[in-house]
């Protein structure tokens, strides 16, 4: 029975972690590029006090094991990059990447660092940025005096000018793709580092060699269905609660034991 309370225990636990995955998953329904999370259970260790094929008399052998276990834990939580809704915005600095890939961002410390999120916008010096102001990379600059920016799918950036109606190109957008893009460290601000389970990033022009290729004047939307994390939460809750009886169950029969006389 001591060893029931502890495996309920694990299991409290467990679905705490489930519940803080659905909760981030929903408080970040409406957030540009968010890929939601899905919390991953493992069993833990067994105590075979039998094991399968046993011998059990001269001529018979247990045709299966007795094996107790020791409850549950989270083994990890993965994020599923699957397509989210495209929300058409018009903003010729909106991106969205049709497929697989991310926008390469230069960071503070000059790391590079991977999002999904296309809400760019420009800053003082006319540079393509995120909206924590971290620039693109490669560097994209827009003259002060672009009147049009058009972003193709290839990743092509022109501009026209009142006095060059004709397009130039100023730049080229770039998109990195991972072998395990699970495998990416979320840092906040939508933005991801490599790791070594995601692999080195294959660089590249948009919709080559298995890269998305880019839509200008839209977003995409966070991956989030908001009613499967609503049956999720309940599941959860349910798991919790009955878990929580399993320990009563448990409290209830030692004191039963220990009045015993």
């Given at each position: 029975m001591l060893r029931s309370l502890h495996i309920a225990a694990s299991g409290m636990s467990a679905q705490e972690a489930h519940l803080e995955g659905i909760s981030n998953n929903i408080a970040n329904a409406n957030t540009t590029g968010y890929k939601k999370q899905r919390v991953e259970f493992q069993d833990l260790l067994y105590q075979t006090v039998r094991a399968a094929g046993t011998q059990t008399s001269a001529t018979a052998t247990a045709p299966s094991g007795l094996q107790i276990g020791s409850g549950v834990r989270v083994a990890g939580m993965a994020r599923v990059f699957s397509?989210?809704?495209?929300?058409?915005?018009?903003?010729?600095?909106?991106?969205?990447?049709?497929?697989?890939?991310?926008?390469?961002?230069?960071?503070?410390?000059?790391?590079?660092?991977?999002?999904?999120?296309?809400?760019?916008?420009?800053?003082?010096?006319?540079?393509?940025?995120?909206?924590?102001?971290?620039?693109?990379?490669?560097?994209?600059?827009?003259?002060?005096?672009?009147?049009?920016?058009?972003?193709?799918?290839?990743?092509?950036?022109?501009?026209?000018?009142?006095?060059?109606?004709?397009?130039?190109?100023?730049?080229?957008?770039?998109?990195?793709?991972?072998?395990?893009?699970?495998?990416?460290?979320?840092?906040?601000?939508?933005?991801?580092?490599?790791?070594?389970?995601?692999?080195?990033?294959?660089?590249?022009?948009p919709g080559s060699e298995g890269r998305g290729a880019i839509l200008q004047g839209a977003l995409e939307r966070a991956n989030v269905d908001v009613v499967e994390e609503m049956v999720g939460l309940i599941a959860a809750q349910r798991s919790y609660e009955i878990n929580s009886k399993v320990i009563t169950a448990a409290d209830d029969m030692l004191r039963a034991a220990t009045q015993l006389r």
């Open positions: 397509q989210g809704a495209t929300l058409v915005t018009n903003n010729q600095l909106d991106l969205t990447i049709e497929g697989s890939g991310f926008f390469v961002i230069q960071q503070a410390n000059g790391s590079p660092a991977y999002t999904r999120a296309g809400s760019f916008q420009l800053d003082a010096q006319g540079q393509i940025v995120t909206a924590e102001g971290y620039p693109l990379e490669p560097a994209v600059t827009i003259p002060q005096d672009a009147a049009g920016v058009t972003i193709g799918a290839d990743g092509t950036v022109s501009v026209t000018t009142t006095n060059q109606p004709q397009p130039t190109q100023v730049g080229q957008l770039t998109i990195a793709t991972f072998v395990n893009p699970a495998g990416l460290e979320a840092v906040g601000h939508n933005l991801f580092t490599q790791t070594a389970a995601s692999g080195d990033p294959q660089v590249g022009a």
